[in-house]
């Protein structure tokens, strides 16, 4: 073998570059490989079990009905659907005329997750090699993180969210090193298209992803890696956030109108989330074991390599501090950054950046123990990937905190739809994300909903429990929502309450709720209350004016089509590749400047 | 730095998980779920560490860990252990949960502890609070709660003949859900109504008698309105009333105004709903040995024994009083649910607090018993 064909990487490994894996590998047949693993799961519907799907798509379901109205009074006895980003909504409600739904659903959960490897690959790119990155992306299909977020919690527009920000971030980063104007519009866009799609991200991801990625350019401009000096790259990051920050006022203007008007200053929920991991072994498997899985095997690792670079310690200290925000309740540092927020935010979502923002480093450690061990490296990662996918997946059946099964909500749809029964409001009891279900199949309306943040009627904001139908999980908090509520029926034109759970039948027995019929063979049962009078329209000052209505229906959706415009008429230059060199950006170290 | 910044880095993890294992409000529980065990649990070297473990597991319902906890020496029964936390026969127990406890001593010595445990439960008919006596004892280095044996009632194997009324009702079609709307609904009547200030808020209370001679489904409602007639706030008896009327009865009723003083209340609106029911006399609950009777903290409780008459279970037993003055004005009416369930021809304490104010004017006491009956309701 010609000597030249090896070449020095990072003074210990000896690369083959005629060996067939040190190549990248084509981003199409990673993004196929994706396809491949959630294309099937997806057509099976399996998210449509998950905690929020349903609530995603009673959002897209009004949309689909009332596009520029953004007030749906199907919750809550009306509420502002301006409380949550519209993007992934609008999607789905664009494709339910096509394709329905619940398939809608599906189709823009897959296209986030398509997008969420190219975004890493991209995202990648910055700090490490074509190859590198390459694996990064192909480890991120596999995420435990990932599975938990699509197929149990549902949370559809934190993944579209993230995957866009990845995506975005390295226009950031030309734009930064290289003065890219291109890069900076594009970045813009996609930015405010992620931000269209979920808040919450676009926030700490200023911090934790965008932070990173500026210290690194810093980093660069400084060894003289990039064009121009240390200050130009901090003057045209803080133009990037000037033009990101007015973009998404006035985008998500709606949204925070409404935050102004009406600041969460509901009691607490508690959430499993926020809890010490280290005190319940449940919580520990279900937002620490599960969504890590063999990453675990690669923290040492990741944390040796990502110190010994001054290029990955940025990457490195991202990746820790949102490791610690997701663990929780589990160290207080959360809790003192955040102030009350801690009590509003879950922290699933950032256990699941961290695992992205630990790729990179994985890219590399997979490529290291390729160069060293070839195929036995390969099969051994490729089982780790598909043991930490299964067991997130197995998880989904086995976990203590699963939803419940899917309920037969046709009766309950048929007896409110009938009747003129629709002109009261009605609550589900023990339905769980199944509430959604029944709201999108009737015309009635109900005071309870699944969303949390919309909620601003005393009988729930006054405690600390989420929706009417889970009041009992919530303990005395729940049930003392739930009586504020029954005691108030007369108030709201509640008439109707279905029972999914024995559990509630006590209470409703003893305050005067007769009941009135069964349905599914005694699984669900329908009370009534004599003496309440139709519902009426409650008045709230939470009501979005006609213009802000046009504003929402039209900006979020509106960047997106012009972020996918912008991808098509300004496409990215194609890079020359790299896999069988060191890439400069990734091999100095410490000790060497 | 390639060590020194990754050791740091654990370094501060480990001080931090270190620093929220100790703080005050480190816990463990959960939303939605009563599961799951701490990787973390202390050695029970003290009476209070021991009990806090076996209240901790109860209420996770860990009862392996839970009986671990329990000593040997009375050798109870796993399964009458894990039935006294569970409840039975569909009793209010059985619905509910655990919730919290505070931990009192009354007595320690070497190798033996008294300790008072005040345990709140959530149940479907609000949070309910339980007031327990654990002994401990110490077994070498460790202590160990003892397990009383419970006294659970055995009914034996009886013929019991049904004789109580009942009235049926006979709809006039699937429009009509529930009352029939064609009848004229049953005569009932408020017989008594005493608005008051109480704590933090304002109160009616009084009595509404069914003058008819079928059941009657009743529902007070009051309204306050003030000096413009303009109305304050409307509220409903909501559970502090048996619903429920058979010709002739009598029934309390309590509605609460939280946040309303009657010193900005110029009128009070009173309106009651009666439709006719479906209704049947059985099950019948008496009460027995009623007297008002200081509790452990001094305060005076109306206590009793109910006794299920019926041959078929009453799984949660509701008890509502009227508390009469020596004038026989109602001068407060409370209430309060019974933990186990009332089986067939056995009877079981109740208990119901009486507010400070009002304990040394009571005279006398009328005791209705509303009921929960599976399957029946």
Known sequence: MDPTDYVERSDRTVVDVAHPYARPVPLLAIVLLALAIHGPLLLMQLPAGSYDANFHMFFASHYAQHWFDPWNVKWFAGFSQTTYPPLTHQWIALFSYVVGLKMAYMLVQLIAILLLPVGVYRFARIWVSDREASYAAIGSIFLGAL?????????????????????????????????????????????????????????????????????????????????????????RGAIFAVAVGAGVGLVLAPYWLALIQHPIHQIPIPHDSRNNFLLNSATAINYFLIPYGALLLALPFIFYKGASSRRLIPLLMGFWLTMIFGLGGTTPLPKWLLGRAFEVLTFERFTFWATLLAMPLVGILAAELIDRFHLKAAVGLALAAVATFGAALYWLSANPFKPQMSTDIAPVTAFLNRDGHDAYRYVALGFGSDLARVSNGTVANSVDGDYNSARLLPEMTNYGSAQLTNSKFYGSAGMASLRAMLEHANRYGLKYIFVHDPYYEPLLTFVGWRKIEVFDNGAITAWSKDDVPPAHPIESDAKPSAFQGLMWGILPVGFSFLAILLEIILPETRRVQTANRVPVRAEHSVASI | MRLILPIVLAAVTVVLIAVALTSANATGKTVGISAGSSFLTPKPTTPDQALSNLLL??????????????????????????????????????????????????????????????????????????????????????????????????VPSQVIPVTYLRWDLVSGGSDDEWGAKNIDAPRVRIVSMNPLDFAEGAVVLGEVVNEDTIPAFVNVTATLVDGSGNAIDEETSFDKIDHILLPKQVTPYRIDFPKVKFKDVKNVRMNIKATLVPASADPVIGVMNQKVDPDYQGKAVLRGDLFNESGQTVNIPHVIASLYDNNGKVLWVADGYVERALLPQTSAPFSIEIPKNMASKVQNFHVVVNQYSMGRN
């Open chain 1, 147 to 235: 599975a938990g977020l699509v197929y149990q919690a549902g949370q559809l527009a934190t993944v579209a969210s993230v995957a866009l920000y990845l995506n975005a971030l390295p226009y950031l980063y030309d734009w930064m090193t290289k003065s890219s104007v291109r890069s900076l519009i594009k970045g813009i866009v996609l930015g405010l298209t992620a931000a269209a799609a979920h808040h919450v991200t676009l926030i700490f991801g200023v911090v934790l992803f965008a932070g990173p990625v500026l210290w690194t350019a810093i980093v660069d401009a400084y060894d003289g890696r990039a064009s121009g000096s240390v200050g130009g790259v901090i003057a």
């Open chain 2, 57 to 154: 597991n109860a209420k996770r319902r860990n009862w392996d860990e839970a009986f671990n906890s329990v000593s040997n020496a009375q050798s109870p029964n796993k399964k009458s252990f894990i039935q006294d936390w569970t409840g039975s026969y569909g009793s209010l127990r059985a619905f509910s949960a655990l919730e919290g406890y505070d931990i009192r001593p009354l007595h320690i010595t070497n190798d033996e502890a008294q300790m008072r445990v005040r345990l709140h439960w959530t149940t479907p008919v609000g949070p309910i609070e339980d007031v327990r006596d654990f002994r401990l004892a110490r077994e070498g280095e460790i202590w160990k709660t003892v397990w009383p044996k419970s006294d659970m009632p055995i």
